[in-house]
């Protein structure tokens, strides 16, 4: 069989794995507890479903709708991962735990925590300023 009878069944194929990764994903946000897998789940569903949709595209179109995906594509492998990051940070800096059973929090708040209570209860808490550049 040439690819040109090929090509319309292998894009299908490819689109229906792309809803299952996103569906999958979607099912992850909902049900996921905390705010650390719940990223997790949205980053790699948004990162696979989008790019195998793209390739899915990119297969059975033309030329000039290629590169319109391609660069959407492109897009996406940039801006997934440092979105998820800045997600990521923002919740760590929110002090919001992970609520997932059996996680292991290496962040280092519990450390934060017990310096700021000996610091606080001993009364030699010191504002942290710096003197400005003159």
Request: net charge negative; glycine share 6%.
């Amino acid at each position: 069989m040439p690819f040109d009878t090929l090509a319309p069944w292998t894009a299908d194929v490819l689109v229906v794995i792309a809803l299952i990764v996103m569906t999958v994903g979607t099912v992850g946000i909902i049900t996921m507890p905390d705010i650390y897998t719940k990223l997790h789940a949205a980053s790699k569903s948004v990162f696979l479903g989008v790019i195998v949709l793209g390739i899915g595209t990119m297969i059975t179109s033309d030329s000039a709708f290629v590169l319109r995906a391609l660069v959407i594509c492109l897009a996406l492998v940039l801006t997934t991962p440092v979105a998820s990051h800045v997600i990521g940070r923002a919740a760590w800096l929110e002090r919001e735990h992970m609520n997932t059973p059996g996680a292991i929090d290496e962040s280092g708040h519990h450390l934060a925590d017990e310096e700021t209570s000996t610091a606080v209860a001993d009364n030699s808490a010191l504002p942290l300023t710096r003197p400005r550049p003159r």
